[in-house]
């Protein structure tokens, strides 16, 4: 299985960008979507994450913000970034949850993406 993760790039703050990330491979079911990001120095913290349950949860700091979405179908799932601060610059990770068709549960990470805002 892999996650290739896309979007990232330099916004001036105010602006918005929208990160992809794209599973593929032996996937049977996906239990969990999300986000994380990480600055230097700092643990990897949760932004938005889609859960098995249905439910789409975000931290505080980017609520009204940033938007969560995904294509089941395409196994593909969206972080929409809107009105981007200085302090949203990270490295941005997508992670997944699943079962492959011999029924193994897979936590996976992909490879990050950095987000840049200017000021």
Same mark, same amino acid.
């Given at each position: 299985?892999? %996650?290739? /993760?896309? =979007? *990232?790039?330099?916004?001036? /703050? *105010? =602006?918005? %960008? $929208?990160?992809?990330?794209? &599973?593929? =491979?032996?996937?049977? #079911?996906?239990?969990?979507? &999300?986000?994380?990001?990480? $600055? ?6 949760? !932004? &938005? ?6 439910? $789409?949860?975000?931290?505080?700091? !980017? ?6 979405? *995904?294509?089941?179908?395409? #196994?593909?799932? +969206?972080?929409?970034?809107? #009105?981007?601060?200085?302090?949203? /610059? &990270? !490295?941005? +990770? ?6 492959? +068709?011999?029924?193994? #549960?897979?936590? %996976?990470? *992909?490879? =990050?993406?950095?987000? $840049?805002?200017?000021?």
């Amino acid at each position: 299985v892999q %996650l290739q /993760a896309s =979007g *990232g790039g330099l916004v001036q /703050a *105010g =602006g918005s %960008l $929208t990160l992809s990330c794209a &599973a593929s =491979g032996n996937i049977f #079911r996906i239990y969990s979507m &999300a986000w994380y990001r990480q $600055t230097p120095g700092k643990d990897r913290e949760m !932004v &938005a994450e889609f859960t098995y349950d249905g439910d $789409t949860n975000y931290a505080d700091s !980017v609520k009204g913000r940033f938007i969560f979405s *995904g294509d089941n179908a395409k #196994r593909t799932w +969206y972080l929409q970034m809107n #009105r981007l601060n200085p302090e949203d /610059a &990270a !490295v941005y +990770y997508c992670h997944v949850v699943l079962t492959n +068709y011999e029924g193994g #549960r897979t936590w %996976l990470w *992909g490879q =990050g993406t950095q987000v $840049t805002v200017s000021s």
